[in-house]
């Protein structure tokens, strides 16, 4: 790709925050900020702090031998808790692995959240309850899966007038990264969304890397101008910009919702640590541009701006750093008590009507283990 | 009632009855509305329905299916086809990760009622991938349920098990079998769709088929008579779960069985089938269980393809070994 048609298809980055803090208008989006006070601005910030922490001390556990695998998101808190705050309790989000701070934004325990990576569960929480789906392994599986729900929001609300819709409407975020971004079914689904105006959200987290595989080789355009070629708005914002993202994302949940099809929000971000506890970036990327990116770290944004117009003082960040602390603790504890199920309950769980193949492996796996309980008591 | 109809026409009306009694259900696939279809099984059916239950997808199969799981996990039960046997494969991932898994991944919580439809089987001189038989490829996934019915009357009822069942449902459809007439009684329900059918008692040997060579079973059972052996006919019906019970009884009274699928028989539904019944019933067994199936390699080009499919013959000549060992 020659230089100038980088230049040429540049597109612009929406920004609130500046890296060092400054809040700047937008005559677009401030629109979208109206409501958003001091507390807000404080909750912004403990909502980020506090997803940091889990993400410490999941990866702790990890490093411990506590958890079979976590995957990091230290670096994206700002595109999580700014779109996930964007969304009302009635959307139902499709996460990647990894959004463990849109999942504070919906109430899902923390806890609860270490289940599949403990190897407890396949699942760890209730999707119902949060509307919050289950994390999806296979890269971009979750994408269809979004258009497919949309269509069927769509359904559910044919022949509502757009003012309805706008108010009562329901729509879909789903989630997805860089290196999913080339997957098929990211492409289908984006097809479908789009052909069917459904009222989906698809919001890419761009954080430069796809595990050792740099940006580039996924895409020789910016993937915001990928919307075009489906015929949907598509808006780049600055992931590490919490307010930025918010106002982007409540955008594009209104034109979704109201029944204009779907939109693309590409957030420009950078994940500060590995891919996953498994990953070595020392590898494959340079710590030149680690430190360049760590200025542009969201929570160090934020607490500028909140230390600069005086909306907090060190206490508050004291109190946070103990409360994050006892989040924490209890996550561990919880995690460590978490009681594990025998193998026999996996069979019910296989399909959910009765089933003679599974019925006839339970009784034989139930018998099986049984005779070494018999044998244990022997012995005594 | 009873009325005559061809196994296409059956499926059609069976879906016409699941649009009619579940309004959560919908059809969707390419070319399915306007056109009904390349095969026309929904014919007619956009009409009665509307565009928003008969809905003529993008070119895409993973798209169809990971759009059907969508739409499950919000309360639909959407019936998807896929066009063709071979075409299914981009859909595999979404079929065999996601589908088939959710409600073991959500520990029981989320179900996705999802019926795919897949037209399968060779016989009809087509060219490549438009003849495949991959059900084994899918019956290896736990989560699935694979049925396929053989006649008019179990189209018209099998397709309405599928679409209430609350597991997916993998539907094939034998194609060569489409314009097979038949009689289908519209008020007394088939027999449960995932157990095998004794199609034609016998006592001398079983063989085991299903979808489109149990009618080439049958034949094969009425040929053998001339020469004084009594053939039992099970159509198997359901791939998985298979209803093992149903041929253990039968090879526990005939002593011999032979299983036929249009599938190569390497790593297909035959050897699972040999292997548990030998487990079975190893002390009724006079002969080894014997395979009539596939070769092992692509489905092979149309004008040889009678040389491939398992056929009268092929049958015949499996029992004569059967019944000299």
Redesign the interface.
């Known amino acids: 790709m020659t230089r100038a048609a980088t230049e040429a298809t540049e597109p612009d980055l929406i920004q609130i925050l500046t890296p060092d803090g400054q809040r700047q208008s937008h005559g677009t989006y401030d629109a979208y900020l109206g409501d958003v006070d001091d507390d807000m601005l404080r909750g912004f910030y403990r909502d980020m702090a506090l997803t940091r922490r889990f993400d410490q001390e999941a990866t702790a556990l990890q490093r411990q031998g506590q958890l079979c695998l976590w995957v990091p998101l230290r670096g994206q808190e700002a595109a999580q808790i700014g779109s996930g705050r964007a969304t009302r309790r009635s959307d139902y989000i499709f996460p990647t692995y990894r959004e463990h701070g849109v999942a504070l934004t919906r109430d899902v325990s923390f806890s609860e959240m270490l289940r599949l990576f403990r190897g407890i569960s396949g699942g760890g929480w209730d999707p119902r309850e949060n509307n919050f789906h289950m994390y999806t392994m296979v890269l971009a599986a979750q994408m269809p899966h979004a258009a497919g729900y949309a269509m069927a929001l769509n359904m559910e609300q044919r022949g509502w007038d757009e003012a309805r819709r706008a108010k009562e409407g329901n729509a879909v975020v789903a989630y997805f990264g860089d290196g999913s971004s080339t997957e098929g079914e990211t492409h289908e689904s984006m097809v479908f969304a789009s052909s069917f105006n459904a009222p989906v959200v698809y919001f890419c987290q761009n954080n430069q890397w796809a595990i050792s595989v740099p940006f580039e080789v996924q895409s020789k355009v910016p993937l915001v101008n990928r919307a075009a070629g489906y015929g949907m708005p598509g808006v780049r914002v600055d992931g590490n910009d919490v307010l930025a993202v918010l106002a982007v994302t409540r955008w594009a949940l209104e034109h979704a919702r109201s029944g204009k099809g779907p939109v693309l929000i590409e957030a420009v971000t950078y994940r500060l640590g590995a891919h996953t506890t498994a990953d070595d970036p020392t590898k494959y990327r340079m710590s030149e541009e680690e430190a360049q990116w760590a200025p542009k770290d969201p929570l160090i944004r934020l607490e500028t701006y909140l230390r600069e117009n005086n909306l907090v003082d060190d206490a508050y960040f004291e109190q946070l750093a103990a409360d994050a602390d006892a989040m924490a603790a209890k996550v561990r504890e919880d995690a460590m008590a978490f009681p594990v199920p025998p193998l026999a309950k996996s069979f019910e769980q296989v399909y959910a009507e009765a089933h003679p193949l599974i019925q006839e492996e339970l009784a034989w796996h139930l018998e099986y283990e049984a005779g070494f309980a018999d044998a244990a008591e022997g012995e005594h | 009632m009873t009325t005559t109809m061809t196994l296409a026409k059956a499926i059609t009306s069976g879906l016409d009855k699941v649009l009619e009694s579940d309004g959560k259900s ?1 059809l969707m696939g390419e070319d399915i509305g306007r056109l009904g279809g390349v095969y026309r099984i929904t014919d007619g059916l956009i009409d009665k329905y509307g565009e ?1 239950r008969v809905i003529d ?2 070119l ?1 199969e ?2 169809i ?12 039960s ?1 019936l998807v086809e896929i066009q063709f046997d071979g075409f299914v494969f ?1 859909a595999f ?2 079929i065999t ?2 589908l088939a ?1 959710m ?9 996705t ?1 999802v019926v795919i439809r897949i037209p399968y089987g060779g016989g009809i001189g087509s060219i490549e991938h438009h003849s495949e038989s991959p059900e084994a490829l899918f019956a290896h996934t ?2 699935l ?1 694979i049925i396929t019915p053989s006649n008019a009357h179990d189209a018209y009822w099998m397709i309405q098990q599928a679409a209430s ?3 997916p449902v993998i539907f094939f459809e034998p194609k060569r079998r489409y314009w097979l007439k038949g009689e289908v009684d519209t008020e007394t329900p088939a027999l449960d769709a ?1 157990k095998a059918q004794v199609v034609r008692p016998g006592t001398d040997a079983t063989i085991v088929a299903y979808g489109p060579l149990v009618p080439i079973a049958l034949a094969a059972a009425d040929a053998a008579l001339e020469d004084g052996r009594s053939i039992e006919v099970i159509d198997l019906r359901s791939l998985s ?5 149903t041929i253990t009884e039968s090879v526990q009274k005939t002593g011999r069985l032979i299983v036929t699928h249009e599938a190569p028989t390497f790593g297909g539904l035959g050897g699972e089938i040999a292997a548990r019944i030998t487990e079975r019933a190893f002390l009724s067994l006079e002969a080894p269980v014997l395979r009539v199936g596939g070769f092992h390699m692509p489905y092979p080009i149309s004008k040889v393809e009678s040389q491939y499919l398992p056929d009268i013959d092929k049958l015949l000549e499996a029992l004569d070994r059967s019944f000299a060992y």
């Open positions: 919908l928003h997808s993008p895409g993973a798209g299916v990971g759009t059907a799981v969508g739409m499950a996990l919000r309360g639909f959407p981009p991932s979404q990760t996601q898994k409600h073991a991944r959500s520990e029981g919580r989320l179900t009622p736990a989560g349920r069942c609350q597991d995932f779960p298979i209803d093992f019970d």
